[in-house]
């Protein structure tokens, strides 16, 4: 039995307890000078700042990178893979204090375990359906997605697609990962809404904005800022 699309209730860009996640990108500027694209999102992926910083300018004013990316504090910085921030982050060393880094360096996402973690809960929730079909007396349709899980590479070509308007080549790459991020964000949502149609898949919980693991990552994170504030 289904319910109805009213009853579904899946926050967007709102969840109590997290900040969101962090971008840093080095590349290329519109003159071809290196520069740091620093993209702050929400939790599902929702831009709420953006900078692009020369290096030539960093090391002029130190004080203003220290500005921006202190506010990535309490957020996870994400990625493709753990190095690419990791090694953001060792060329921005000397110009941001050991504590910022310290913090930054243990709120890494990467977007492979988050599609990966999507991937698991489908499979629960495909699994638990078909058990409750196969004792239902009534025929019961299989339970269907509204989008399937992409391979890395497909999302990974789908979102530089997403940012061929940038107006230069960092700022590509952190537009990319926005786009990435949103994309997962919302294969999650619809994971949620297409499990609570399934009234008999309910006992499993209610709509939750994020998955548990990768939700779970994005508190630790405020919490432990909250501690060093503290």
Known sequence: ????????????????????HGVL????????????????????????????????????????LRRIVSMLQDRCLVDWDEATPAGAL???????????LTTLHGNLLTIPELLAE?????????TAAEQ????????????????????????????????TAAASPVAATALSL????????????DTEQARYRRIYLRSLGDPQPLPPRWLARL????AATSLISA
């Open 1 to 20: 039995m289904e319910g109805s699309e009213n009853e579904l209730s899946v926050p967007v860009d709102y969840v109590p307890g997290a900040r969101g």
């Open 25 to 64: 990108a080095v590349g290329r500027d519109t003159d071809g000078g290196e520069a740091l694209a620093v993209w702050r999102l929400g939790p599902t992926g929702r831009a709420g700042g953006a900078w692009v910083v020369r290096f030539d300018e960093i090391e002029r004013n130190p004080e203003q």
């Open 219 to 222: 508190r630790e994170a405020v």
């Open 132 to 163: 409750h079909r196969e004792s239902a007396k009534s025929k019961i349709a299989p339970l269907a997605w509204p989008s399937e899980m992409p391979e890395q590479q497909t999302l990974v070509a789908w979102a530089i697609r997403a940012s």
């Open 90 to 100: 060792a060329r921005l060393s000397e110009f941001l204090p050991a504590e910022l």
């Open 118 to 126: 999507i991937t698991e809960l489908r499979f629960t929730y495909a």
């Open 178 to 189: 926005t786009a990435a991020v949103a994309s997962t964000a919302q294969l999650w949502q």
